[in-house]
């Protein structure tokens, strides 16, 4: 089993920066791909970044590519996503996720694992 905690949610201006963390724990934990998902009011849950296990390989959604880092911390088993010019469209609930695979993991249905998400509120 593998938890998943986030935090680093907030309400900031356009233009401005915020960084999420993802704390997780569990047994098996250093095998698993992660990613950052989400989910604006009335709107579907959205892929945004996804990266490997080691770091090594990250891929973006169109819409944040240049603006927003995926990054992994393997010793305290922590994600972390780096948002940087933020925009008003940005404004939704944000979502870590763990994929049983090492690699990218570019598929909401191979995520097993989510966390229970933080809220990013961009004001215009």
């Known amino acids: 089993q593998v938890q998943l905690v986030e935090s680093g949610g907030g309400l900031v201006q356009a233009g401005g920066s915020l960084r999420l963390s993802c704390a997780a724990s569990?047994?098996?934990?250093?095998?698993?791909?992660m990613g950052w998902f989400r989910q604006a009011p009335g709107k579907e849950r959205e892929f945004v970044a996804a990266?490997?296990?080691?770091?090594?390989?990250?891929y973006y959604v169109g819409s944040v590519k240049g603006r927003f880092t995926i990054s992994i911390n393997n010793a305290n088993n922590t994600v972390y996503l780096q948002m940087n010019s933020l925009r008003p469209e940005d404004t939704a609930v944000y979502y870590c996720?763990?994929?049983?695979?090492?690699?990218?993991?570019?598929?909401?249905?191979?995520?097993?694992?989510w966390g229970q998400g933080t809220q990013v509120t961009v004001s215009s």
């Open positions: 569990g047994r098996t934990f250093s095998s698993y791909g």
């Open positions: 990266i490997s296990r080691s770091g090594g390989s990250t």
């Open positions: 996720a763990a994929g049983k695979s090492p690699g990218l993991i570019l598929t909401i249905d191979l995520y097993d694992y």
